[in-house]
């Protein structure tokens, strides 16, 4: 997983609330396990007409905004169905960082097993960077993990809590099988005391 330390980026402004995993990533992508390609299905239904031509209104079709590495969104991000392809798509497109007011529990742990992190602000903060993002490639955002802050266009700082340990594996790039192989070396003398033990075994 690729680490997380600092971003710098063009943050997308989308002041929806109730965002749910079925927006973000409609079910007809579902069908892949691979977590690549995902990027052109983000926000399908918001971002295409039914003969697949661009709406042009959609943020992300917005010419400041397509390459976008932040989204600025409104409460209750991530809603609705468990999909880890929801983050999957996110990543592919190139978020790497989301900030809501709120996020549903499963989304969140997803974001951060697939290296993007959720930021929680309160709704004043919210309002001052949907601001900031509604200015497009004019201002930019920083993200600085390691200091929890965000830094706004004109320097304002805006300081945030993370979980100690999702914030290690972030900084370190360490995904669910990244943990476990660290612990290669205890679980190969293990499996080799259990053998000699239990040699019948």
């Not at 929806?16 to 990027?39: A, Q, S």
């Not at 991530?78 to 190139?94: M, Q, V």
Request: glycine share 8%; with cysteine.
């Amino acid at each position: 997983m690729e680490k997380f330390t600092t971003l710098t980026g063009v943050a997308a402004p989308l002041p929806i609330v109730n965002v749910d995993t079925d927006m973000i990533i409609p079910k007809d992508y579902l069908k892949t396990i691979k977590r690549t390609g995902l990027g052109t299905g983000l926000f399908a239904e918001m971002r295409y007409n039914p003969d697949g031509s661009e709406i042009e209104d959609f943020v992300l079709n917005k010419p400041a905004y397509r390459n976008a590495k932040i989204l600025v969104a409104g409460d209750n991000f991530g809603c609705g169905s468990s999909r880890e392809h929801a983050p999957w798509a996110l990543a592919d497109f190139g978020i790497r960082c989301v900030i809501s007011t709120s996020f549903a529990d499963i989304f969140h742990n997803n974001c951060f097993k697939n290296g993007i992190l959720p930021i929680t602000v309160s709704p004043e903060e919210l309002e001052a960077l949907m601001d900031d993002a509604e200015r497009g490639s004019n201002a930019t955002l920083t993200v600085d993990l390691e200091k929890q802050e965000i830094k706004g266009p004109d320097g304002g700082v805006i300081k945030f809590e993370i979980d100690a340990f999702k914030r290690h594996c972030l900084l370190n790039g360490l995904d669910d099988i990244a943990l476990t192989l660290e612990k290669a070396p205890e679980i190969d003398s293990f499996e080799q005391k259990y053998g000699e033990s239990r040699p019948w075994a």
